[in-house]
């Protein structure tokens, strides 16, 4: 059955480094969407995307956090200058259609961050 | 912001049992949907409910979208030690774009064999 696959599965950075986090949605999927998870808490919504530009996002993704279709089959989520507080389990998702009935997300099995 | 208050936190249960949980929101949803989390996997869809009223049924599982759009419920019945694991409500508001989900904190299982 067709996943979403995320790497790596845990990734420990320094405080001020940049991190790339590393997504291959399913492969007839056109949204893309990352989001992520406080340690304990419940599962936070950053973006979503489509056709090369961002739809949405969320208070959480400032200007640190980019986005970007390096290609045609990957999707990366960017911290520039990692913070102790973004430490999280970062997920992406991916759906085939964006309609109401049929917006099925697909998740990742999500990279561990922790920043030191 | 959204707040999508989900209980109980925590479950601890007899195999066999049956098992409710609800979700409430502070708005309107147009879609409800339940998740469950394995350790060190991402959430799998369970259940998606698109109309106020609508009940639906996954094998045990039965979930309600409630009729003020407000809120959800999950139940699942005669439960077995694989039900083990992390359940998020997540639901969609009107009029969103690309379908940004909002979850709940979820809610531990535990069953006892």
């Known amino acids: 059955e067709p996943e979403v696959t995320q790497t790596p599965s845990h990734q420990v950075t320094q405080m001020g480094q940049e991190v790339i986090l590393r997504c291959v949605p399913i492969?007839?999927?056109?949204?893309f969407y990352w989001y992520r998870q406080i340690l304990g808490q419940k599962v936070e919504f950053l973006v979503s995307f489509y056709n090369n530009e961002i739809s949405e996002k969320s208070e959480i993704f400032d200007d640190q956090f980019s986005v970007e279709r390096p290609d045609g089959s990957n999707f990366t989520l960017k911290i520039r200058s990692t913070k102790l507080e973004d430490s999280a389990m970062y997920f992406c998702?991916?759906?085939?259609?964006?309609?109401?009935?049929?917006?099925?997300?697909?998740f990742g099995a999500g990279t561990r961050l922790s920043v030191l | 912001g959204q707040q999508l208050n989900q209980s109980p936190q925590s479950m601890f249960i007899q195999e066999g049992e049956d098992v409710s949980m609800n979700c409430t929101s502070s708005?309107?949803?147009?879609?409800w949907l339940w998740y469950k989390q394995d350790p060190g996997e991402g959430p799998v869809l369970l259940i998606a409910?698109?109309?106020?009223?609508e009940l639906t049924s996954n094998g045990r599982l039965t979930a309600q979208f409630g009729i003020t759009r407000k809120d959800s419920f999950l139940n699942i019945s005669a439960s077995i030690p694989s039900d083990v694991g992390i359940y998020f409500c997540a639901g969609r508001r009107e009029g969103s774009t690309l379908g940004r989900l909002y979850f709940g904190r979820g809610t531990q299982l535990t069953v006892w064999p």
């Open positions: 492969s007839n999927h056109l949204y």
């Open positions: 998702a991916s759906s085939e259609f964006a309609g109401l009935a049929k917006n099925i997300q697909y």
């Open positions: 708005s309107i949803f147009n879609t």
């Open positions: 409910l698109y109309k106020a009223g």
